[in-house]
């Protein structure tokens, strides 16, 4: 169960190798699952995403975090 901030948790980063650290939440008004706290520095201005890109999150079972990768950048 999500607490009323969220879970903080461990994102790799599998174009980089590198692990950071987002909150995973529950959003209120729209009731769906949102990464925030440092979203835009660790990724969007780190790897200069932009709004076309196609990015993926999943869950790796064997090490036990969200793993993101970038699909396609345009």
Known sequence: ???LRGIQDGIWDVNTNSMHSLLFKRWGSSKSYVFIDKWVQDFVKRRHLKLEDDIAFHWDPCNHHFAFT???VF
Request: charged content about 0%.
């Open 1 to 3: 169960m999500l607490g």
């Open 70 to 72: 970038i699909l396609q």
